[in-house]
Nanobody, 125 residues
Framework: QVQLVESGGGLVQAGGSLRLSCAAS????????MGWFRQAPGKEREFVAT????????YYADSVKGRFTISRDDAKKTVYLQMNILKPEDTAVYYC??????????????????WGQGTQVTVSS
């Protein structure tokens, strides 16, 4: 099992920036990927960005491409989400996720077996 602790959420005005962090502990030697999903009130959880741990290849939802950047620090077993040019529609609870499964893609939450507690991001207009 992998334990995940998120930090960095908060309130920001539209056009501003925030950086989320997620530190992994436990069975981190078996990590294949980590990523971020989000859930807005009344909506389903959706994919935001994921990164393959070994290659650092990153994948983004179209809605955040060009504005968000995912990265990872292998030594610290930490994944980051730099969010720039934030929009009110980015308001949601952001969840960090980790996968110990080899997969051809990491867009679906079904591939991830460990989840953080979530951190609130609120973007005011």
């Amino acid at each position: 099992q992998v334990q995940l602790v998120e930090s960095g959420g908060g309130l920001v005005q539209a056009g501003g920036s925030l950086r989320l962090s997620c530190a992994a502990s436990g069975r981190t030697f078996s990590l294949y990927a980590m990523g971020w999903f989000r859930q807005a009130p009344g909506k389903e959880r959706e994919f935001v960005a994921t990164i393959r741990w070994s290659s650092a290849n990153a994948y983004y939802a179209d809605s955040v491409k060009g504005r968000f950047t995912i990265s990872r620090d292998d030594a610290k077993k930490t994944v980051y989400l730099q969010m720039n040019i934030l929009k009110p529609e980015d308001t949601a609870v952001y969840y960090c996720a980790a996968s110990r499964y080899a997969s051809s893609s990491y867009y679906s939450s079904n591939v991830f077996d460990s989840w953080g507690q979530g951190t609130q991001v609120t973007v005011s207009s």
